[in-house]
């Protein structure tokens, strides 16, 4: 024992790497990104999750399909500029119930930032790719009844209508255009 508690004490990889052989199993991290992408691009619906947000929204499933690989033109600029705004933070933050609740929403809105202003580098963004984008795992809320509709302000204009339901993806999908009129403003 003295021999792992001097390689944790020496800040080794062999250290980390024994310590985490010795805390066990880990559970596997759930991620909705590979069953989002197989619906894209096929239409099967593959995970539980989907098919109940799918249940949730109020949009036919061919409307979210093609919502999700829907490309926005943007530059990275003009995407930088706008989230930096408060419209375009309070856009994030009116997300962050939508997915992966067990993050921290910090983490969670940072997350989604760095991923848009990723998928903008190539002058256009679309929700596939954002979410392809995202440096921690995506989720879609599977308790959808708690989260509660964002109210309208005067310095966040755009939201989800009331056609979106309590679906994840729709109001995810939404953000996208949502994005683009803010960081285009409006045009």
């Known amino acids: 024992m ?3 508690h001097g390689l944790l004490r020496g800040g ?3 250290g980390a790497l024994l310590v985490l052989l010795l805390a066990g199993p880990v559970a596997a991290v759930e991620d909705d990104r590979e069953a989002l992408t197989r619906f894209a691009a096929t239409g099967a619906v593959t995970s539980r999750r989907l098919q109940q947000d799918l249940a949730r929204a109020l949009w036919p499933q061919q409307e979210l399909r093609a919502a999700l690989s ?3 033109g943007l ?3 003009q995407v930088s500029r706008y989230l930096a705004s408060p419209p375009g933070a309070g856009l994030l933050r009116q ?3 939508w997915w992966s609740p067990a993050l921290a929403a910090q983490a969670r809105q940072a997350a989604l930032r760095a ?3 990723a998928d903008s580098r190539d002058g256009s963004v679309s ?3 954002v979410l392809q984008r995202l440096p921690v795992p995506f989720v879609l809320a ?3 009844r708690s989260v509660q509709a964002q109210p309208q302000t005067a310095t966040l204009a755009c939201g989800c209508p009331q056609d979106c339901g309590r679906s994840s993806l729709a109001h995810l999908a939404f953000l996208m255009a949502c994005l683009q009129a803010g960081a285009t403003g409006g045009r």
């Open 75 to 77: 530059s990275t600029t």
């Open 12 to 14: 080794s990889r062999v």
């Open 70 to 72: 829907r490309s926005y």
């Open 2 to 4: 003295n021999v792992v």
């Open 142 to 144: 599977d308790n959808a």
């Open 127 to 129: 929700l596939l790719g």
């Open 115 to 117: 991923a848009i202003i």
């Open 95 to 97: 997300q962050l119930p």
